[in-house]
């Protein structure tokens, strides 16, 4: 059974600072995504990551994934408040994209 | 382009009733997606459509949970005899990829559940 742990769950940092979320996962895939969930809100696509080694950047946030490590990464630079809000990682299981195993989420409050 | 539509938004029942969600993928997708997000879990996929036929219902609860798509487009779930662990989002998904290629999947703005 596909396993997919995010850490932390539950980050508060303050603006400006950098971090990190790190999603592991416990099986083979080659394809990874970053969603963005605003409290009573949808999932948000933010970045779709399709090879070992694919980068991607959008703003202030970047993700990285690493097929061998089974390991993602979230990285946050020069945190701002717009960009509290939950973020979820999701492992494709089937390697046709069609099947999405969430992670627990992380869970990103920034403070003035 | 219109995204994925749902209804209702919210719903509070009393355990053992019936609930039904309905929604609305984008136009074209052929893959329908129903999760289950309980609060503070990452969402949990309960079944996937291609087309009208079931592609993957392996974690639905088939004892009160059901579901179809019969014209291909839109799509039912429905929960019969709710239970109180059953309060949670249910957020329908679509893709427009067929099976074997990249397939991002678009969410609705889900269906909260409440159940007393």
């Known amino acids: 059974e596909l396993k997919v742990e995010q850490n932390p769950l539950f980050l508060s940092m303050q603006e400006g600072k950098n971090y990190t979320i790190y999603c592991n996962y416990s099986t083979t895939s080659d394809r990874l995504y970053w969603y963005r969930q605003d409290p009573g809100k949808s999932l948000e696509s933010l970045f779709v990551?399709?090879?070992?080694?694919a980068v991607k950047q959008e703003g202030r946030l970047m993700a990285s994934l690493d097929t061998k490590a089974r390991l993602s990464t979230l990285h946050i630079t020069a945190a701002v408040h717009d960009l509290s809000a939950t973020y979820f990682c999701a492992v494709d299981r089937t390697g046709t994209a069609s099947k999405l195993t969430f992670g627990t989420g992380t869970r990103l409050q920034v403070t003035l | 382009e219109a995204g994925v539509a749902q209804s209702p938004r919210y719903k509070i029942i009393e355990k053992r009733q019936s609930v039904a969600f309905w929604c609305n993928p984008i136009?074209?997708?052929?893959?329908l997606y129903w999760y289950q997000q309980i609060l503070g879990q990452g969402p949990k996929l309960l079944i996937q459509?291609?087309?009208?036929?079931?592609?993957?219902d392996s974690q639905l609860p088939k004892d009160r949970f059901s579901a179809e798509r019969l014209k291909g487009v839109d799509s039912t779930l429905k929960i019969q005899p709710a239970k109180l662990e059953d309060s949670a989002v249910y957020l329908c998904a679509s893709s427009g990829r067929l099976a074997g290629s990249y397939n991002e999947q678009f969410f609705g703005p889900g269906t909260r559940l409440t159940v007393l």
């Open positions: 459509f291609q087309n009208n036929g079931v592609v993957d």
């Open positions: 990551l399709l090879s070992n080694g």
């Open positions: 136009s074209g997708h052929a893959t």
